[in-house]
């Protein structure tokens, strides 16, 4: 008898419990509030490394900042500047590339993810934008043949890796959108850049070149 008061009581604390679960298992949880713990969980970085480190992030937009100003200018044509940034080569491997790699490493030391990403892949558009302007890294061997760097081959094949960057800065500014308004509006711009860009090139290849001076 005692026995089945046992096996009783025992069932109605798991029936208690299963109730409870379910019950827990039916909470509501707003939007916002699941997009930011799903989306943006919080990094578990101790305290003691944002106090050891500096924020790298002003080193990242300044080397940022420095690398892309003057090749804008090159490709605009102001104060007859040409040459496809050519003349800007170290800023974009040393300033664009170098530095931008380094500030994303730090980021991620600190457990910044987006900011690592964003970063450390500027980083590595940086170097190959400059390594391919340099004859020793035999990015234009292939089209030798044909004018090298100004054959319409190449342009047309450089431009889908400038088409590759639009689209991942559009997945960045997807992913900004919930961050804050410069963010959005910085990425919207440099979509916006590198498809101009591809365009420009596609244009060169074919032989438009007034059409791609004007993009």
Known sequence: MASN???NS???RSDAGHNELQHT???SVP?????KLYLSPQNDVKEGLHKTFANPTPLCLAGFLLSSTPLACDLMG???AGGGGAASLPAYIFLGGMIQLIGGLLEFVLGNTFSFVVFSSFGGFWLSFGTTLQSS???TEAYAATGGANSPQFAASFAFFLLSMGLLCFIYLVCSIRTNAVLVFVFTLLVLAFLLLAGAYWQI????LALAAKI
């Open 5 to 7: 008061k046992i096996l």
């Open 10 to 12: 025992k069932d109605l």
């Open 25 to 27: 298992e039916s909470i």
């Open 31 to 35: 939007r916002d509030i699941f997009e």
């Open 78 to 80: 102001w104060r007859g």
């Open 137 to 139: 890294f035999g990015a």
């Open 205 to 208: 290849a074919n032989g438009n």
